[in-house]
């Protein structure tokens, strides 16, 4: 058993002190921020696109029948709901920015060498049969969990967090993305057109009669009109549902169940009347 326990501690301190889980791990949470910052800029985009439509009229002019509809109103849910993703974005962005703080703080090298000290202290009391029932072998193992604690909680969790990621939510991410997206580019297209109307009102009269003649063939359907940009916004809507989802559960819920279960671990291992019968059992085998 000894020889177990010393190797589980030797492996340890080699993994803090000889590989590159730091670095790899701050990849990870870099990837983790900048799609949180993309979905972010992707939301204000839109905000900023509904924001110019609303107020602005949907003229819909068929042959014997005149229409006039605010798009703003059809947009306001649209809006509603990526005002809130906005804050939810937010509230992302400052957990991820913590979790990259405790990562850069568990990569530090003063407690990569109190953690070597505690191991090789820990190591020395399991060998030294002298101290096999004294008060220092245990309170020099709990502090040592409690080390690799700080040492590595950080870092296993954003793997964790990039795992299931990866394995059920990349797919949902990058198509909700994509639909948000698109909407954007549909909303500024029709923006743009707006604009280009507004600027071409010095036509001749032939040119405007022209144009409104047009205008009336496209929109002879006026429900599928109506229907086609319900549609659309419910659509983003959903999406962006999926996208809050998302990252609630990976930006707020992850980080706090895995804190749960370290504060549980953690109190576990100071129980007073924890006696650490593995390493007693051990010199008695």
Known sequence: MKIFI????????????????????????????????????????????ISLIQGTELSITPVGLGLTLSIGEILDPLNDMVERFSWVMLIASISLGIQKLLLVISAKLFLQIV???????????????KLHNSMFLTYSFKIFILLLFLRFSAVVFIYLSQFTYSAILQ???????????STKLELQEYQNKNLQNTQNSDESFLDVIKKRYNSSVESLNVS???ESLEKKTDKAINNIVTLITI?????????????WLVILSLKYVFRKELKFDILKSMYNN
């Open 6 to 49: 010393s190797f589980v501690i030797v492996s340890l301190l080699l993994i803090s002190v000889a590989t590159p889980i730091d670095t790899e791990a701050m990849q990870l949470q870099n990837e983790a921020f900048n799609r949180a910052m993309i979905a972010f800029g992707v939301a204000k985009g839109l905000n900023a696109i």
């Open 247 to 259: 990252f609630v559960v990976q930006s707020i819920v992850l980080p706090l169940i895995y804190f």
């Open 171 to 181: 797919n949902e991410y990058e198509q909700s993305l994509q639909v948000v997206e």
């Open 224 to 226: 599928k009109q109506i």
């Open 115 to 129: 953690l070597f000290v505690s191991g090789i202290t820990t190591l020395g009391l399991i060998w030294y049969k």
